[in-house]
């Protein structure tokens, strides 16, 4: 339960509260050890080998990364040159309080007080007064400390700075001399005792503060502990503990002179004698200090006896080892599993993906915030941009060159929105983008804005859709109504320039151009030409709404180099001020500013001038800064250490760094240069140095659901780039790097590296690094989710493209089935698809990459609802996919893709055959364009843009070459169609009220002329710059010239052609001066061609229908006129003759939904789309060539021939794609032109080509349904069994005699009419003999019972007839009360109960006692009935209950329990939709309009479970017989996805997605429920979809239909010339009917126990 404060916090986090300071937390457990150095070595040692990677793996398993960070480990010696390790150990302390989500410290202690550093900074009146204690006769000591201590003005206040050793020891650095270097040590550890031994005494002698004193005599543990445990709060000691160890003769040995003794205690070094100082600190640390601190739990003793030993072995002293090792690992174990309980237990806000993504740029921009200063009058013009009261803006745009502080300005603005604009309620939506993945692309970016801003608004983010075009059409909804004047809505999207270029995105088509008072954008970019960003932006918005960010001016420049100085307590003497000044006159830039204050604070006030080097550029800083680094660290180490970050994809995590270095053989060599350290692995303390003098370069980012560290700036990335991987270089380590992540990630390493030394001897190492499996753990105990390693899915198919390493890019990644499931299932399926996007890219003529590119393309739908629709998708799109074409190399990894799919164990639907669109063919792509149904497609007459528009009035302008979204524009009237006008700068919209201009490229409206009935046309000619516009209740026709902008003519035509003002008129188009109208006169409808010239008719045209929509005029002066019936009428404008009239099959037109197209190819052309044929036309010749047949679900709505740049462009099919909107998709096809292509053929279908176009089963739930498919024309039915194969054919039987005198009664029976028909002979076995019912309607309102009779409400609707299917007599009859007349009549199932309606009442029937049941009567309007499988319940629905104040109404539910006689009424807060109803024996099952499923107890009427899935709403649900599984299926227009639920358990189990509508008809369950059976237009086949569970061995599975037909030749039943019996013997024949099916029913029991003892039969379905 989240807490109340929780909530507040969360409110204030959605709201983009930039004053929140709250935490991000990590899955890391992060363990920093601390010990002394030598005398735990030991223990180090084994704790590394046996104890971390199983805490490691424990870790991983549970979703969390384990860290130990020990500054001990691996390091030869305890100081360094720049004394830097005490104070790098100290912020590692604090860096894993705050990372690790558990225990954060644990501490070795021995009797050896250990190491005590000298102090690296003293304050400069505290040295002083050190100095000034000592006595004359101490001269060189006084000496000694000026020599290493120098005084640094600099420093605020002043302090006295310990020497870098080198800098009076040269040869202590020294890597290529060993001897000089060790005998440098040996010096530089003398300086160091004295120098400790003179600081400590004097600190006894001086008055300083205890605190000042410490820092001279504690060692660096204590140091440690001081910083972890002292600290620290009673609630993070207890994630701290403590391991003492006492060595029991440790004394003895002391007293016996044992040196090695010596290694664990503290000794005097000139006298070799115990240090009791040492000593006596640390007995107040282990016996005092530390019990006081931590519980005692935390502490742990140990005792282990050396004898005489030279030191504490793992050999030896194995027992005591395995005793500390094991009580280390459990303690931590108890500590890490009680730590990760809480964690998911006590679940925070900020684990939650959004949260986490919005504070990542929270506390971004509060660090950037931190030290900004000055741009006040930059700042006021952003002001009076959020702060305007105007309705109606443009978005507001910042821009400068990169380094010019655009994204800490932006921080600025975002941080005083609330400030500005009065109101603390704004919600201030702030993206930095680049900074996080999810910020990076624009799908995800899109997302997480509107889930923010739906959240922060009170929305629910179900209906924030997953579709890209979706979602831009989504967040201009959001953007446009969530604000408010109490809450107004402000989004600042930093560096648009950032965004990944796919999908079009830096081409802007998603972004906003219009905002209002209650809602502001503000955007900065880039201006450089190679982001179209800038250059769009400027295309649309106002240049008093662009402001460009200068570079600093010298003062401004100053003082925030002074500021930065002043927050680090430096400050720079006269001289060096002096260099800055002369550095600030060249650049400006703030990140210039940043760089060279960076530079200035490492300066002493000692440090000599001369040596001071300051660049002009800030890629030569960088440059300097990179150089400067691999000087000081070593230049294989830093060059490839930073090489492997800027080489990642998203970063790399701390661990991943020191795994890389430490496999990384090349820098192991630089460092271990003279000594090999017990492991080979990078020691902790050398990355933690290099990551300190990183600083704020390198910066934490949330990637892949971990810490990764990354560039702070992008020239910073560029700089590394150019420096280390460009390939132009011949020492570029690119190859070597990302063959480094690729082995890395794929898992290579694990197991061990082997290295080679210089004698060529080959050791396999292991390197300690992290596992790398697909997934960490497959179920957790905390959250019961498979945990995934995000990590790997993103920088793995990175690294391998990179390479080109096509092999393992394939057989790891593109074509490995768990790779691809799994990674759809933890990510995206966009993140899969852009896996296959750079594949193409770098390999665009890969056979198999290709097609898995296309395929996934088109799967892209059902994919993005689940990775549990893959093997569906694969099998349906590639199983039939000819082989034999490619070489069997080239389509390998495909082949064993597709057998996996048809093998693995997951919870999944599979197809019995290949039934969705494969990839290759006509259709090139589809994606998602609109959000209601699109009502035009056309395109500029070059081809490069299509435009679309929809019924909501929005148009829409995309790249035709791969449908990305160029722009948006809303505002538009009820379109008409879209013309694009002068050279495709403008298009024109004609709608009911007027007609608007708009310019393409900046969406803006450049004219709109309000007329009352609005018609426009481009005058077709050479020059397409000339309007003609016409109003129907105008008498004149107004001439516009876009070129001039202005009016060019006005012509009024009823001069030459009288109208009355009742006569509806309009405009067809015009040529050069011809217009053509048309009008509706009392003669009938008229067409006038008028030279506005001469004011002539040219021509007058009566035609009895003319199809006035699709008329054209080509550029050639040609009219095109459709006429009633397969013609088109040809007239030539110039001279007024008619030229030829062309005919053909092609220009049929029909009525329905689907109606005839036409239109024009480069305006002089015709072609035509009827029944889904779409043909080019010769005009001259009237030939048609057939160019594409498109599926009965695939005809369009309109379509639109595109031009595209072909090097062959003598054929229509080379020359142009077609377009079609199909729903609210677009679709582009290739022509594939064919003379040889026939569309109609009169020969009769053979069972290959046979089309099933219902399902018809005559018991429910039956394992071997019917097939049944129609063909209209020929008025033939054919009857199939579940092997495809015919049983009967029905011949002369029309579609409305088959829907209502058509019943199946068994496998050898049908009623047809009033006929019982034996379907083996085809013989009439009876009659039904009633005069009350109607002989062609026995399929109505009818229903069978149990085999042997027929109920059938009677023609009059007052009585239910009992009708004998032996003799067809009347067995009983059931009347209604009072005669009364039935207006609706439901039959359960299983037909033992029929449901009527009379008046008011409604009637329970028992149909085996044929008496009534129940009765009951409401007062509301009925509109739906259901009834569970065997009658027990009745569900009555009406849409019609109370209206609420929103003027929405209810629905009411009233549920009659049959067996009670009880009614009870429930009310549902939604409308509900007959196809998203449904009953069983316990739920009430009802869909929302969001596609919510709502499941409500049949016993109390409560609400049991909701169950997600469908965003749209249900349009059928089927039950099966057992009443354990569900099927539902959404509006196919909108999603189409079939369900499959498990109604026991009330989950999902599996969902498919056909490419096509399947009607209500057309899909059953079979097999008791284990099945699914679908019908789909174009496919010749049925579809068996098979549910297969995770928890089944898939080896043992295949699907097997069994025969249950001879293949005998199909009975053929004329229903013309059936005929009633004639004699008496039909008794004898129906019961030989009976019979027949009872004795074929034993037969095929008995064949299938048969198949299941030979355990043939392998089919089998778990839930």
């Given at each position: 339960m989240v807490s109340q404060q929780q909530q507040e916090i969360t409110s204030r986090i959605l709201g983009g509260d930039l004053t929140i300071n709250e935490k991000i937390d990590s899955k890391i457990i992060r363990i920093f050890t601390s010990s002394t150095f030598t005398d735990t070595e030991a223990e180090r040692n084994a704790l590394m080998e046996k104890v971390y990677p199983r805490l490691k793996i424990h870790c991983q398993k549970a979703g969390f990364e384990f860290q130990v960070v020990d500054m001990r480990w691996g390091i030869k010696d305890a100081s360094t040159d720049d004394h830097s390790v005490v104070d790098i150990c100290m912020k590692q302390i604090e860096q894993s309080r705050h990372v690790s989500v558990g225990p954060y410290f644990v501490a070795l202690l021995g009797q050896k007080y250990g190491y005590r550093p000298l102090p690296v900074e003293i304050d400069a009146e505290e040295f002083d007064k050190l100095l000034t204690n000592l006595a004359d006769d101490q001269e060189n000591d006084r000496l000694l400390l000026q020599e290493w201590y120098c005084k640094d003005y600099n420093a605020i206040p002043p302090v006295y700075h310990l020497q870098p050793i080198s800098s009076r020891i040269p040869h202590?650095?020294?890597?290529?001399?060993?001897?000089?270097?060790?005998?440098?040590?040996?010096?530089?550890?003398?300086?160091?005792?004295?120098?400790?031994?003179?600081?400590?005494?004097?600190?006894e002698q001086v008055s300083i503060t205890q605190d000042s004193k410490r820092k001279y005599f504690i060692s660096v543990t204590e140091r440690e502990i001081h910083q972890a445990i002292f600290q620290g709060n009673s609630q993070d000691n207890c994630h701290c503990l403590?391991?003492?160890?006492?060595?029991?003769?440790?004394?003895?040995?002391?007293?016996?002179g044992n040196k090695q003794a010596e290694l664990y205690t503290d000794v005097v070094s000139s006298t070799k004698e115990v240090d009791t100082r040492a000593q006596t600190l640390l007995t107040q640390l282990r016996e005092s200090k530390l019990p006081e601190k931590l519980p005692s739990s935390n502490i742990l003793h140990h005792t282990v006896e050396l004898n005489q030993n030279l030191k504490i072995d793992q050999t030896i002293h194995k027992d005591y080892i395995k005793n500390f090792c094991d009580d280390y690992y459990q303690k931590l174990m108890d500590l890490i599993d009680s730590s990760i309980m809480d964690y998911h237990h006590n679940r925070k806000i900020v684990h939650d993906p959004l949260i986490l993504e919005i504070l990542q740029h929270i506390h971004f921009c509060r660090e950037k915030c931190r030290i900004f200063h000055g741009r006040t009058a930059l700042l006021t013009q952003v002001e009076d941009y959020l702060t305007s009261k105007e309705s109606s803006l443009s978005p507001y745009v910042v821009y400068g060159q990169s380094g010019s502080g655009k994204t800490s300005f932006m921080a600025k603005v975002a941080f005083e929105c609330n400030r500005w604009l009065d109101c603390s309620s704004a919600v201030v939506v702030l993206r930095f983008i680049g900074i996080t993945p999810t910020s990076s692309n624009l799908r995800t970016l899109l997302h997480s804005i509107c889930c923010q801003v739906d959240r922060a608004y009170g929305y629910t983010t179900r209906s924030v859709p997953k579709h890209l075009q979706e979602l831009i059409d989504y967040f201009t909804t959001v953007t446009i109504s969530r604000g408010s004047n109490s809450k107004p809505l402000i989004i600042c999207l930093d560096s648009l320039d950032q965004l990944s270029p796919e999908n079009g995105a830096l081409l802007l088509g998603w972004l906003p151009q219009t905002c209002s008072q209650y809602f502001k954008l503000i955007t900065s970019t880039l201006p450089d030409d190679q982001y179209p960003c800038y250059k769009k932006l400027a295309s649309f918005i106002s240049t008093h709404h662009m402001l460009h960010i200068p570079t600093l001016t010298d003062s401004d420049a100053k003082i925030i180099l002074q500021n930065w100085l002043k927050f680090n307590n430096r400050k720079l003497n006269s001289s060096q001020q002096q260099l800055i000044d002369q550095a600030l006159a060249q650049c400006s830039l703030p990140l210039y500013v940043k760089l060279?204050?960076?530079?200035?604070?490492?300066?002493?006030?000692f440090t000599p001038v001369e040596e001071i080097r300051i660049d002009y550029t800030i890629d030569q800083v960088i440059q300097y800064y990179f150089q400067q680094l691999e000087e000081k660290y070593g230049k294989v180490y830093v060059s490839h250490c930073l090489a492997y970050i800027t080489a990642s994809k998203n970063g790399l995590t701390e661990f991943e760094i020191e795994d890389l270095l430490s496999c990384d053989d090349q820098v192991l060599e630089e460092i271990f240069q003279y000594w090999t350290p017990p492991i080979r692995r990078l020691p902790p303390l050398i990355w933690a140095r290099l990551r300190e003098s990183l600083g704020d370069y390198l910066v934490e980012r949330a990637a892949d659901g971990t810490q990764v560290f990354a560039w702070y700036h992008r020239q910073f990335s560029a700089a590394a780039n150019r420096r280390y991987l460009s390939t132009d270089s011949p020492s570029s380590l690119h190859t070597f790097i990302h063959t480094s992540l690729a082995h890395y990630f794929s898992d290579r390493w694990y197991q061990g590296k082997e290295y080679?030394?210089?004698?060529?001897?080959?050791?396999?190492?292991?390197?300690?690094?992290?596992?790398?499996?697909?997934?960490?753990?497959?179920?957790?105990?905390?959250?019961?989710?498979?945990?995934?390693?995000?990590?790997?899915?993103?920088?793995?198919?990175?690294?391998?493209?990179?390479?080109?390493?096509?092999?393992?890019?394939?057989?790891?990644?593109?074509?490995?089935?768990?790779?691809?499931?799994?990674?759809?299932?933890?990510?995206?399926?966009?993140?899969?698809?852009?896996?296959?996007?750079?594949?193409?890219t770098v390999f665009p003529h890969d056979v198999e990459i290709n097609i898995m590119y296309k395929t996934m393309r088109l799967s892209s739908t059902a994919l993005l609802d689940s990775a549990s629709h893959l093997p569906f998708q694969l099998l349906g799109r590639l199983s039939n996919l000819d082989v034999?074409?490619?070489?069997?190399?080239?389509?390998?990894?495909?082949?064993?893709?597709?057998?996996?799919?048809?093998?693995?164990?997951?919870?999944?639907?599979?197809?019995?055959?290949?039934?969705?669109?494969?990839?290759?063919?006509?259709?090139?792509?589809?994606?998602?364009?609109?959000?209601?149904?699109?009502?035009?497609?056309?395109?500029?007459?070059?081809?490069?843009?299509?435009?679309?528009?929809?019924?909501?009035?929005?148009?829409?302008?995309?790249?035709?070459?791969?449908?990305?979204?160029?722009?948006?524009?809303?505002?538009?009237?009820?379109?008409?169609?879209?013309?694009?006008?002068?050279q495709n700068q403008y298009f024109i919209a004609p709608c009911s009220d007027k007609v608007q201009i708009w310019h393409i490229e900046s969406c803006q409206l450049v004219k709109e002329f309000v007329l009352k009935w609005s018609y426009a046309a481009v005058v077709s000619s050479s020059d397409d710059s000339r309007l003609v516009l016409m109003d129907n209740d105008d008498d004149h026709i107004l001439l516009w010239d876009m070129k001039v902008k202005s009016q060019v003519g006005r012509f009024c035509y009823t001069s030459c052609w009288p109208l009355n003002s009742n006569n509806h008129r309009g405009l067809i188009g015009a040529y050069n001066d011809i217009v053509v109208l048309h009008a509706l006169t009392d003669e009938g409808l008229k067409i006038q061609c008028i030279n506005i010239t001469t004011n002539q008719v040219i021509q007058t045209i009566q035609e009895g229908k003319v199809d006035i929509q699709n008329s054209y005029i080509t550029i050639r002066g040609q009219l095109l006129l459709p006429l009633q019936r397969n013609s088109v009428k040809i007239v030539d404008l110039t001279t007024g003759q008619h030229i030829q009239d062309i005919q053909g099959s092609l220009l049929r037109e029909f009525t329905g939904e689907k109606k005839h197209l036409m239109g024009l190819l480069d305006r002089q052309n015709l072609f035509t789309c009827t029944q889904g044929k779409i043909a080019s036309w010769d005009l001259a010749s009237g030939r048609s060539t057939p160019l594409l047949e498109l599926q009965h679900a695939d005809i369009p709505n309109c379509l639109h021939f595109v031009k595209q740049d072909s090097a062959d462009n003598h054929t229509i099919a080379s020359s142009y794609v077609i377009a079609t909107a199909k729903g609210n998709c677009i679709c582009l096809w290739k022509c594939q032109a064919n003379n040889h292509l026939q569309f109609n053929t009169d020969s009769n279908q053979s069972a290959a080509s046979f089309n099933p176009t219902q399902i018809m089963s005559h018991s429910p739930d039956q394992p071997n349904p019917y097939i049944i498919s129609y063909e209209a024309e020929k008025q033939l039915y054919t009857v199939c069994n579940i092997n495809h194969k015919p049983l009967f054919t029905i011949k002369k039987m029309k579609n409305k005699l088959f829907n209502q005198g058509f019943t199946l009664i068994d496998r050898n029976r049908a009623l047809i009419r009033d006929l019982v028909i034996d379907l083996q002979t085809g013989s009439t076995l009876c009659r039904l003999q009633s005069d009350t019912i109607n002989p062609n309607c026995t399929g109505k309102n009818s229903k069978i019972i149990g085999d042997q009779t027929l109920a059938i409400l009677s023609q009059d609707s007052t009585n239910i007839l009992i009708l004998s299917l032996s003799n067809g007599k009347v067995v009983s009859t059931i009347p209604f009360p009072n005669n009364g007349v039935c207006h609706k009549i439901v039959y359960s199932h299983n037909g033992q109960v029929a449901i009527t309606l009379i008046g008011s009442d409604i009637m329970a029937w028992n149909m085996i006692s044929h008496q009534l049941m129940a009765k009951t009567t409401l007062s509301v309007q009925l509109d739906h009935i259901c009834l569970d499988y065997h009658g027990c319940y009745v569900a009555i629905f009406s849409y019609h209950g109370e209206v609420n104040k929103d003027g929405s109404s209810d629905s009411l539910v009233h549920l009659w329990d049959l067996s009670k006689q009880q009614v009870l009424t429930y009310k549902f807060k939604y409308s509900l939709r007959a196809g998203g109803l449904a009953l069983t024996h316990q739920y009430i099952i009802s869909s929302s309009n969001g596609g919510e499923i709502s499941l409500w107890s049949t016993n109390d009427g409560k609400l049991v479970q909701q169950l997600h899935g469908h965003c749209h709403d249900l349009y059928k649900i089927i039950i099966n017989q057992h009443e354990d599984r569900m099927i539902t299926m959404s509006e196919y227009d909108y999603d189409g996805i079939i369900r499959l639920w498990d109604l026991s358990a009330l989950v999902q189990l599996a969902a498919f997605l056909p490419d096509w509508r399947i009607e209500r008809s057309n899909i059953a369950f079979i097999d008791h429920g284990q099945k699914i059976i679908i019908t789909l237009d174009g496919i010749s086949q049925f579809i068996?979809?098979?549910?297969?569970?995770?928890?089944?061995?898939?080896?043992?599975?295949?699907?097997?239909?069994?025969?249950?037909?001879?293949?005998?030749?199909?009975?053929?039943?004329?229903?013309?010339?059936?005929?009633?019996?004639?004699?008496?013997?039909?008794q004898q024949q129906v019961q030989a009917a009976v019979e027949r099916q009872q004795a074929q029913g034993t037969a095929q029991r008995e064949h299938r126990s048969k198949k299941k003892r030979r355990n043939i039969t392998k089919s089998c379905t778990v839930s």
């Open positions: 202590y650095a020294n890597n290529q001399d060993k001897e000089l270097q060790d005998e440098a040590r040996r010096s530089w550890w003398e300086t160091y005792n004295r120098l400790g031994m003179i600081l400590r005494d004097l600190a403590c391991f003492k160890r006492t060595i029991s003769d440790l004394d003895n040995m002391l007293t016996s060279i204050s960076h530079q200035a604070e490492q300066w002493r006030s080679t030394d210089s004698n060529g001897s080959t050791t396999l190492f292991d390197r300690r690094i992290t596992a790398q499996p697909l997934m960490l753990t497959e179920t957790s105990v905390a959250n019961q989710q498979i945990i995934y390693n995000l990590r790997k899915m993103s920088e793995l198919p990175f690294h391998l493209t990179r390479l080109q390493q096509i092999d393992s890019l394939k057989a790891d990644i593109l074509f490995h089935f768990d790779w691809l499931y799994h990674k759809i299932a933890a990510t995206s399926f966009h993140h899969v698809l852009d896996d296959y996007m750079d594949a193409v034999s074409q490619y070489d069997e190399n080239d389509v390998s990894h495909l082949q064993q893709l597709l057998r996996d799919a048809n093998s693995k164990s997951i919870n999944c639907m599979r197809p019995s055959i290949a039934c969705l669109t494969p990839p290759g063919g006509a259709l090139v792509q589809t994606v998602v364009g609109h959000t209601r149904r699109i009502k035009v497609i056309t395109s500029t007459t070059d081809g490069k843009l299509l435009i679309t528009a929809d019924n909501d009035q929005t148009a829409k302008i995309w790249d035709s070459q791969n449908l990305r979204l160029l722009n948006k524009i809303s505002g538009l009237g009820a379109l008409i169609r879209i013309v694009p006008t002068c068996i979809v098979q549910y297969h569970s995770a928890a089944v061995d898939e080896n043992q599975i295949a699907t097997v239909f069994e025969d249950d037909v001879s293949d005998s030749t199909p009975t053929v039943i004329d229903i013309s010339q059936l005929q009633p019996p004639k004699d008496t013997s039909s």
